[in-house]
Nanobody, 124 residues
């Protein structure tokens, strides 16, 4: 069974940085797509970034392009999200997600597996 566990969330001032990590276990993820989503209070879950586990293609939401970077560490079985120049509107619960085919999509319902989430709060 696939398990995803996020870490690295917290409270940061606007303009600051955080690095989220997602520890993945239970499968060989070579053919998987890994994604990060976020959900703010009263809003729908939205796409942030995604990457092929095998490397290469990445995709970002327009709202985070140039500020966030997604990467994966195959040796540690982790997917990371480096978040720089954080803004108050980035405040949300951030979720790691996985799906068992190599196609980047931005719709939450297309991902099979989810972590419990980690809170990111950006103060102004």
């Amino acid at each position: 069974q696939v398990q995803l566990v996020e870490s690295g969330g917290g409270l940061v001032q606007a303009g600051g940085s955080l690095r989220l990590s997602c520890a993945a276990s239970g499968r060989t993820f070579t053919s998987y797509t890994m994604g990060w989503f976020r959900q703010a209070p009263g809003k729908e879950r939205e796409f942030v970034a995604a990457i092929f586990w095998s490397g290469g293609m990445t995709s970002y939401a327009d709202s985070v392009k140039g500020r966030f970077t997604i990467s994966r560490d195959s040796a540690k079985n982790t997917v990371n999200l480096q978040m720089n120049s954080l803004k108050p509107e980035d405040t949300a619960v951030y979720y790691c997600a996985a799906k068992n085919w190599a196609m980047i999509t931005t719709v939450p319902g297309t991902y099979n597996y989810w972590g419990p989430g980690t809170q990111v709060t950006v103060s102004s």
